[in-house]
């Protein structure tokens, strides 16, 4: 089938091309286990990444490294970040907790923080009513972002309805072949890119095409869950 991929990011960036199509062979996949968090702004405000908050996307995985296995009876659950996309994010990482603090039980909420178990540091907060379920999936539609990607405790909280967390593992690309095509008349990025096996990002959605225009002679076909685009590098 033929697709432009807006079903999947509603994006498609590739450097500074102008992008007229490209052409999938295959079929998206879901997996069952972890949890992932996705459509978090996909179209940045002002081209800035890091203040939208688009690292906010992609895989978790339950964490046991704090000194409890669960927080407030809830598993949580740790983020690993790739090219230094959070300048403030402690070591690379994002965590998702189902925080208490001292408070009771009565106003638990989900939290998103480059710190574990607090609160004035929350990049997204579950905006339903206290005390949020303690199945995070039920907060979709109702997630609140500090504005612009400044958290604070006096700081404005915007909702953004579409982004939301799922069980299992992101969507993953599994066609063996794509092809780029633009409607540039020089576009040195175009042509057929083959799935690679990579472990880049997160192991998934990498394709790549041999080109002597290319330093590496290779062009990688991409996809970067921390920024959600398409890039081509």
């Known amino acids: 089938f033929i697709s432009t991929f807006s079903q999947f990011t509603k994006t498609l960036f590739a450097m500074s091309m102008s992008v007229t199509a490209l052409l999938i062979?295959?079929?998206?996949?879901?997996?069952?286990?972890?949890?992932?968090?996705?459509?978090?702004?996909?179209?940045?405000?002002?081209?800035?990444y890091e203040?939208?908050?688009?690292?906010?996307?992609?895989?978790?995985?339950?964490?046991i490294e704090q000194p409890v296995e669960l927080l407030n009876g809830q598993p949580y659950w740790k983020k690993?970040?790739?090219?230094?996309?959070?300048?403030?994010?402690a070591e690379n990482t994002l965590w998702l907790y189902y925080y208490v603090g001292d408070n009771t039980g009565d106003e638990a909420q989900w939290i998103?923080?480059?710190?574990?178990n607090t609160y004035t540091s929350a990049y997204a907060k579950c905006g339903l009513d206290l005390p949020n379920p303690t199945d995070v999936t039920?907060?979709?539609?109702?997630?609140?972002?500090?504005?612009d990607g400044e958290p604070g405790l006096n700081q404005t909280y915007i909702i953004d309805t579409a982004f939301n967390?799922?069980?299992?593992?992101?969507?993953?690309?599994?066609?063996?072949?794509?092809?780029?095509?633009?409607?540039?008349?020089d576009d040195t990025f175009?042509?057929?890119?083959?799935?690679?096996?990579t472990d880049d990002q997160t192991g998934q959605n990498i394709y790549l095409q041999e080109n002597e225009a290319s330093s590496t002679n290779?062009?990688?076909?991409?996809?970067?869950?921390?920024?959600f685009s398409w890039i081509i590098n």
Do not use: H
């Open 138 to 147: 039920k907060c979709n539609g109702y997630w609140t972002f500090a504005e």
């Open 190 to 197: 175009v042509g057929v890119y083959d799935r690679s096996t």
């Open 51 to 63: 203040a939208t908050m688009n690292f906010v996307n992609g895989k978790w995985v339950e964490s």
């Open 165 to 185: 967390f799922r069980p299992g593992a992101c969507p993953q690309l599994t066609c063996e072949r794509v092809q780029f095509i633009s409607d540039s008349e």
């Open 80 to 89: 690993t970040l790739y090219d230094n996309c959070c300048s403030g994010c």
């Open 218 to 227: 290779v062009w990688y076909l991409y996809f970067n869950e921390n920024i």
């Open 112 to 116: 998103i923080s480059p710190y574990w």
């Open 25 to 48: 062979f295959g079929c998206f996949i879901y997996n069952t286990f972890g949890l992932c968090s996705w459509n978090r702004a996909w179209d940045p405000v002002d081209d800035d």
